[in-house]
């Protein structure tokens, strides 16, 4: 989307690897949320950030307002991390997504 | 913790049916809900922004003619897709924000035979 950059669109792995998602905000956001839309079409809530950094095993996300970005890194990326990862970003009541960025990990 | 908590996972109607969907917030209080549709490109397509005590803004192209819906307290929202036809197929969700939250359904995938 306009107000949301995210990068990269696509992305390969292998099993083990790591790697960083990024989502830059040409506006100022109150709050983002990143979820991973998997191989099914099923959507995942993965974290959600007023400010700071939050970890979830693998996963870390960090989210800086004043700077507008935030990031998402995997680590030891497994099969079952294959996907479409989206950004979203709140501000002022409204909802702006990232256009996605589309993991494939291979073994 | 706080959630959202979206229904029916999977449906399939019948073209030219309608089919109702719901989402319910748990552990925190809703006070916006915005439902949406992904597109084949993949991006998420603002259908409408559901805020308690205020009307239902439609974005253009999405009218409550056709996506009626209900926001009637700060756990619940509701969408139907009235009529649907092929072009109406496709994963749709809601998001819903309150004062330190946004959190997201799973999304009701609809499948129109």
């Known amino acids: 989307g306009d107000q949301v950059e995210q990068s990269p669109s696509a992305l390969s792995l292998h099993e083990g690897t790591g790697s960083a998602l990024r989502c830059n905000f040409t506006t100022t956001m109150r709050a983002v949320q990143w979820f991973q839309q998997n191989s099914r079409g099923s959507l995942i809530n993965l974290f959600y950030l007023a400010s700071g950094t939050k970890e979830n095993g693998r996963l870390k996300s960090t989210f800086n307002s004043k700077e507008s970005y935030s990031t998402l890194h995997i680590r030891d990326a497994q099969l079952e991390d294959s996907g479409t990862y989206f950004c979203?970003?709140?501000?002022?009541?409204?909802?702006?997504f990232g256009d996605g960025t589309q993991l494939v990990v291979k073994p | 913790g706080a959630l959202v908590y979206q229904y029916p996972r999977r449906t399939i109607c019948k073209s030219g049916t309608s089919m109702r969907m719901e989402c319910q917030a748990v552990?925190?209080?809703?006070?916006?809900v915005a439902w949406y549709r992904q597109s084949p490109q993949k991006t998420f397509e603002l259908i409408a922004l559901?805020?308690?005590?205020?009307?239902?803004?439609?974005e253009q192209n999405f009218t409550q003619e056709k996506f009626p819906i209900s926001h009637p307290n700060l756990s619940f929202s509701s969408m139907t897709v009235l009529n649907a036809y092929l072009e109406d197929r496709g994963l749709y969700l809601c998001g819903a924000s309150g004062a330190e939250t946004l959190y997201f359904g799973s999304g009701t995938r609809l499948t129109v035979l």
């Open positions: 559901s805020t308690v005590n205020s009307a239902i803004k439609y």
């Open positions: 979203a970003a709140e501000s002022n009541n409204r909802i702006f």
């Open positions: 552990g925190f209080q809703a006070t916006s």
